[in-house]
T-cell receptor
Framework: RKEVEQDPGPFNVPEGATVAFNCTYS??????FFWYRQDCRKEPKLLMS???SGNEDGRFTAQLNRASQYISLLIRDSKLSDSATYLC???????????FGTGTQLKVEL | NAGVTQTPKFRILKIGQSMTLQCAQD?????MYWYRQDPGMGLKLIYY???????DKGEVPNGYNVSRSTTEDFPLRLELAAPSQTSVYFC?????????????FGPGTRLTVL
């Protein structure tokens, strides 16, 4: 089983749509959770951290379910500029090492 | 404040050649990391460092070496390049901890081994 699993997509959605991405992780000792965004041929950038109580940043909402080892990202009112690959990322163990999922590709269309 | 810089941006190597990928950060971060990303795959950790003079292996260290003589620099050495090392290499840095933990990535080096 992969340490971090994501549906690779692509998710093709019209502008204005709501889209949700899911992610599962296998290590119950994982400490922190994140969503990174990666544009085509660019470096990953932190989109948001995921807190136990769930958190929201504008059109983006992240949820964490530790019991089910499940993380989600909801994007409301999708924009063309949201087109990118969304990486589910988990921090586990010493050295602040991150484990990355393979990413979910989102394409927002007119 | 340049953040994390990497050189070169692109490189083509022949099988058996060696090269060093350069990485530097100007944010005074303790921690630095090297990842590789193959097409359609997530990032895999090659080596990391928790401070000057300290390095440790990540998930895929074979065929690579690193050194960390200063806080700012973390070069990655490829010895005897192989086609399996064709990938995009990202360097990253971070503070050791904090509520808003974040790794900052460089723009990447695209390496092709032929």
């Amino acid at each position: 089983r992969k340490e971090v699993e994501q549906d690779p997509g692509p998710f093709n959605v019209p502008e204005g749509a709501t889209v949700a991405f899911n992610c599962t992780y296998s290590n119950s000792a994982s400490q922190s959770f994140f969503w990174y965004r990666q544009d085509c041929r660019k470096e990953p950038k932190l989109l948001m951290s995921v807190y136990s109580s769930g958190n929201e940043d504008g059109r983006f909402t992240a949820q964490l379910n530790r019991a089910s080892q499940y993380i989600s990202l909801l994007i409301r009112d999708s924009k063309l500029s949201d087109s990118a690959t969304y990486l589910c990322v988990v921090l586990t163990g010493g050295g602040n090492k991150l484990t990355f999922g393979t990413g979910t590709q989102l394409k927002v269309e007119l | 404040n340049a953040g994390v810089t990497q050189t070169p941006k692109f490189r083509i190597l022949k099988i058996g050649q060696s090269m060093t990928l350069q990485c530097a950060q100007d944010m005074n971060h303790n921690y630095m990391y090297w990842y590789r990303q193959d097409p359609g795959m997530g990032l895999k950790l090659i080596y990391y460092s928790v401070g000057a003079g300290i390095t440790d292996k990540g998930e895929v260290p074979n065929g690579y070496n690193v050194s960390r003589s200063t806080t700012e620099d973390f070069p990655l050495r490829l010895e005897l390049a192989a086609p399996s090392q064709t990938s995009v290499y990202f360097c990253a840095s971070s503070y050791s901890s904090g509520i808003k933990y974040e790794q900052f990535f460089g723009p990447g080096t695209r390496l092709t081994v032929l």
